[in-house]
């Protein structure tokens, strides 16, 4: 395949990149969960609407 | 009336977050297979016509992730909106990722294509280019730290002229260079294969999902992160009350 | 609103005038950006004759920068940002007031810049009025877009790295046009000037209204 190293390298990056961000997300969201108590996880179960 | 107790897990994943991730490592599994072995090479461009599956997609992605953004910011200003407010600021935050992957893959294409890295005469290249500083910028205003009302409102306006001067930039830019080398609209002008074209859809759902995955998570753990410090500041109040209760209610 | 914004401006013209930085310091300092340059492109005096128009914008934009941050300052200091709103003046008022204040200055320092160009770099001006219609617009839009994001920035730490990332892609705009717009005032590239002053003054239009849309916003709420 003609211009394999540049197509090796666009996809390379951009899969690479996109994986870590994806693993790095997951990674900070479990960091941060085990800190909050149960009931205020998430938007939808907090008393408070502000 | 109590409510039965919560079951959330301990991280910022659920069900939806697991279906819309399988997906996306099923679509570009898909891509991979479809971009680099039925797609036919293309006439002028060879083989690295292949780029434009992963470049378009980047491209369409930034401009849905800071189109989100700033319609949340101004959400924010008229309506204090803390839901667009995070909205704003997750979407920001992969768009960015999006932009800089765009300008990356953009000139990795560009050197095999037309023998350069760089072209300043591309009208869309520079006005991304530019796109990328300003939310980078966007970003830094939000990591300033201070009082979560006023960050959000400084943000806001700082989506809010970006949006606004995006279209003189762009314009100014489009005058400037009355030439581009970017590629005419590929998609109208039906110079691409039938499979080409199809997997760059493909490209553009697959990311699209990304997304969306990516926004799930990201909002989660902005939501996280207030919960962090609005507990901090309950226990500090908490705390100091403790304090003047403690030194006999005469504060 | 007017008469406010004409005593913000003179105000703010009245502190510089006695602290003196912009004569002592910023416009010495766009000097210097022109020596510089000088000593980078001299050896190829056709070169720096082509680069005079970017060179001269270019440095306005540093310029810009510190005369925003200035003017910010201005305020943040000893609480007088919120003294303005208690004492009545119309956040609009503030920012027009500012905003000329802060082009004053920079066209004061463009003056200067113009007679270091003919001098320096030989350049020959053949449309002093194309010259100066294009400060005077220029000028507006950077003054307009400095001062909304000088007081975005303002009373925030680091604040003095994040204003040239937030304002100078803004202002690319006018780099590109105003640049264009000398280089026909030069007669260094065949384009039509006046046509770009048409652009800088949609700049500008578009970036006055933002401002005094958006200052209240920022003055209040952070």
Same mark, same amino acid.
């Given at each position: 395949?003609?211009?394999?190293?540049?197509?090796l390298a666009g996809w390379g990056?951009?899969?690479?990149?996109?994986?870590?961000?994806?693993?790095?997300?997951?990674?900070?969201?479990?960091?941060?969960?085990?800190?909050?108590?149960?009931?205020?996880?998430?938007?939808?179960?907090?008393?408070?609407?502000? | 009336?109590?409510?039965?107790?919560?079951?959330?897990?301990?991280?910022?994943?659920?069900?939806?977050?697991?279906?819309?991730? @399988? @997906?996306? /490592?099923?679509?570009?599994?898909?891509?991979?297979? /479809?971009?680099?072995f039925v797609a036919p090479e293309?006439?002028?461009?060879?083989?690295?016509?292949?780029?434009?599956?992963?470049?378009?997609?980047?491209?369409?992605?930034?401009?849905?992730?800071?189109?989100?953004?700033?319609?949340?910011?101004?959400?924010?200003?008229?309506?204090?909106?803390?839901?667009?407010?995070?909205?704003?600021?997750?979407?920001?935050?992969?768009?960015?990722?999006?932009?800089?992957?765009?300008?990356?893959?953009?000139?990795?294409?560009?050197?095999?294509?037309?023998?350069?890295?760089?072209?300043?005469?591309?009208?869309?290249?520079?006005?991304?280019?530019?796109?990328?500083?300003?939310?980078?910028?966007?970003? @830094?205003?939000?990591?300033?730290?201070?009082?979560?009302?006023?960050?959000?409102?400084?943000?806001?306006?700082?989506?809010?002229?970006?949006?606004?001067?995006?279209?003189?930039?762009?314009?100014?830019?489009?005058?400037?260079?009355?030439?581009?080398?970017?590629?005419?609209?590929?998609?109208?002008?039906?110079?691409?294969?039938?499979?080409?074209?199809?997997?760059?859809?493909?490209?553009?759902?697959?990311?699209?999902?990304?997304?969306?995955?990516?926004?799930?998570?990201?909002?989660?753990?902005?939501? /996280?992160?207030?919960?962090?410090?609005?507990?901090?500041?309950?226990?500090?109040? @908490?705390?100091?009350?403790?304090?003047?209760?403690?030194?006999?209610?005469?504060? | 609103?007017?008469?406010?914004?004409?005593?913000?401006?003179?105000?703010?013209?009245?502190?510089?005038?006695?602290?003196?930085?912009?004569?002592?310091?910023?416009?010495?300092?766009?000097?210097?950006?022109?020596?510089?340059?000088?000593?980078?492109?001299?050896?190829?005096?056709?070169?720096?004759?082509?680069?005079?128009?970017?060179?001269? &914008?270019?440095? +306005?934009?540093?310029?810009?920068?510190?005369?925003?941050?200035?003017?910010?300052? +201005?305020?943040?200091?000893?609480? #007088?940002?919120?003294?303005?709103?208690?004492?009545?003046?119309?956040?609009?008022?503030?920012?027009?007031?500012?905003?000329?204040?802060?082009?004053?200055?920079?066209?004061?320092?463009?003056?200067?810049?113009?007679?270091?160009?003919?001098?320096?770099?030989?350049?020959?001006?053949?449309?002093?009025?194309?010259?100066?219609?294009?400060?005077?617009?220029?000028?507006?839009? +950077?003054?307009?877009?400095?001062?909304?994001?000088? #007081?975005?920035?303002?009373?925030?730490?680091?604040?003095?790295?994040?204003?040239?990332?937030?304002?100078?892609?803004?202002l690319a705009p006018v780099l +590109?046009?105003?640049?264009?717009?000398?280089?026909?005032?030069?007669?260094?590239?065949?384009?039509?000037? &006046?046509?770009?002053?048409?652009?800088?003054?949609?700049?500008?239009?578009?970036?006055?209204?933002?401002?005094?849309?958006?200052?209240?916003?920022?003055?209040?709420?952070?």
């Open positions: 395949m003609t211009h394999l190293g540049y197509l990056i951009t899969l690479g990149a996109l994986g870590i961000y994806a693993f790095r997300l997951a990674v900070r969201g479990r960091s941060l969960a085990v800190r909050v108590p149960v009931e205020r996880r998430r938007w939808m179960t907090s008393e408070d609407d502000s | 009336m109590t409510n039965p107790p919560l079951d959330l897990p301990a991280h910022t994943g659920s069900r939806t977050t697991q279906v819309l991730g @399988a @997906a996306v /490592l099923v679509g570009v599994a898909t891509m991979i297979l /479809l971009g680099f293309d006439d002028l461009m060879a083989d690295s016509v292949r780029m434009i599956f992963v470049h378009v997609p980047s491209a369409i992605l930034t401009y849905v992730a800071f189109s989100v953004t700033a319609v949340g910011s101004v959400m924010w200003l008229w309506k204090r909106s803390v839901w667009w407010d995070i909205v704003a600021h997750s979407s920001a935050e992969i768009g960015v990722v999006f932009c800089g992957l765009t300008l990356i893959t953009g000139s990795i294409w560009g050197r095999p294509t037309w023998n350069t890295y760089w072209e300043w005469g591309d009208v869309r290249l520079v006005t991304t280019l530019i796109l990328f500083v300003m939310m980078i910028g966007y970003l @830094a205003v939000r990591s300033m730290g201070g009082d979560e009302s006023a960050v959000a409102t400084r943000a806001a306006v700082v989506g809010v002229i970006a949006a606004i001067n995006i279209p003189i930039i762009n314009r100014s830019v489009e005058w400037w260079a009355d030439r581009t080398l970017h590629q005419q609209s590929s998609i109208t002008d039906g110079k691409l294969e039938d499979w080409t074209l199809f997997t760059m859809f493909l490209g553009i759902v697959v990311w699209g999902v990304f997304y969306t995955w990516s926004m799930t998570h990201r909002f989660r753990i902005a939501w /996280l992160e207030r919960e962090l410090r609005d507990g901090d500041l309950d226990e500090a109040i @908490a705390a100091r009350r403790a304090e003047a209760a403690a030194s006999g209610g005469v504060s | 609103m007017l008469r406010d914004a004409w005593l913000v401006a003179a105000k703010d013209l009245q502190i510089e005038w006695r602290s003196r930085v912009t004569f002592s310091q910023v416009v010495p300092f766009a000097g210097l950006v022109l020596v510089l340059f000088g000593f980078a492109l001299d050896a190829n005096r056709p070169v720096l004759l082509q680069a005079t128009s970017g060179l001269f &914008w270019v440095t +306005i934009m540093f310029v810009s920068t510190l005369a925003v941050q200035r003017s910010t300052s +201005i305020e943040t200091t000893d609480g #007088a940002r919120r003294a303005l709103l208690l004492a009545g003046v119309e956040p609009p008022a503030v920012f027009v007031g500012k905003s000329i204040a802060v082009a004053v200055q920079l066209f004061a320092v463009e003056i200067v810049l113009l007679a270091g160009v003919v001098v320096l770099y030989s350049a020959d001006v053949e449309a002093w009025g194309l010259v100066f219609a294009t400060c005077l617009v220029a000028t507006v839009g +950077i003054a307009a877009a400095g001062t909304l994001l000088g #007081a975005l920035v303002a009373g925030v730490r680091a604040r003095e790295t994040v204003l040239p990332i937030l304002l100078l892609p803004v +590109i046009g105003a640049t264009r717009a000398f280089d026909d005032a030069l007669g260094s590239v065949a384009v039509d000037g &006046w046509s770009w002053l048409g652009l800088l003054a949609g700049f500008g239009v578009i970036n006055v209204v933002l401002g005094a849309l958006s200052y209240g916003v920022l003055l209040e709420e952070t």
